[in-house]
């Protein structure tokens, strides 16, 4: 099954929802930078919010980028998506050696432990916007939620989950974001409420087998909830042979001509897909006489 982001509203567009299945690009994203499991959980985790968060920006060339800078052993994740559904990202540390938690889970929070989350949209403005909230438990769904009600005054309940494989490949992965609107009623926000505290964990919907939709129309039960989106989504990274080019040129002459001296060809690798460039002196020389 591909992977989707479905988008719903409820009570009225007293609510708004997301929810996605990310278990192919999360797989993508395993292989793309040989994580261990614990690190594939929270990048995992963060590119899942990341699809939904982009696919709720209009414009086609918006970017949305949640960056997590922290003292734990993975130092930092950063994942950048666009509205159409396209996400990729990265961690820093790519394998932490972390036991499982006090709940015999992937030990997510710790692997992260303090920092500070930033969430930068570019939709084509002079400049970007960005906010920033304090990491709280490292365990990423709250603390998107915690950036939510403090950065944007978006009450937002968001569940996100990753379930590994006994041979470490990804077995489920997905989440939703729940979001309440200013004006919502008091009687619609008591009720999601009460809904919010009878759901299981993601990944038990997801390993049961239910689909994006029917997790939407769980945890909006008796709330009119009503599907008006669907869009595919997938680990895509846009960086290209010419990009690479551009960045060697934007080096200057000065530095390419030391790259040249230097004899050896160079390897330029993306950080958000581990795709390897190689230049060799040749076509270094080549580039610096086109530039
Ligand atoms: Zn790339």
Known sequence: MEDIIIRATAANAQIRAFAATTKQLVESARI???TCPTVTAALGRLLTAGCMMGSMMKGEKDLL??????????????????????????????????????????????????????????LGMKEPYAGQTEIQTGEIAEDLAYYYACSEQVPSSVSLGVLMSLDNTVREAGGFIIQVMPFAEEEVISHLEENLKK???????????????????????????????????????????????????????????SMIEDGKEITVDCQFCRKKYIFTIEELKELLQNA
């Open 32 to 34: 793309s930078h040989n």
């Open 65 to 122: 980028t949640l960056q997590i800078s922290c003292d734990g052993p993975v130092k930092g994740l950063t994942v950048t998506a666009d509205s159409k559904g396209n996400v990729k990202g990265y961690a820093i540390v790519p394998q932490v050696n972390l036991p499982a938690n006090e709940k015999g889970k992937l030990d997510v929070g710790g692997a992260v432990g303090k920092g500070i989350l930033s969430v930068i949209r570019d």
């Open 199 to 257: 759901i299981k964990p993601i990944t038990t919907y997801l390993a049961e087998g239910l689909s994006p939709e029917q997790i939407l129309m769980t945890v909006l039960d008796g709330l009119d909830a009503e599907i008006t989106d669907k869009m595919d989504t997938a680990f895509v990274c846009s960086c290209s042979r010419e990009k690479v080019e551009r960045t060697l040129i934007s080096l200057g002459k000065q530095e390419m001509e």
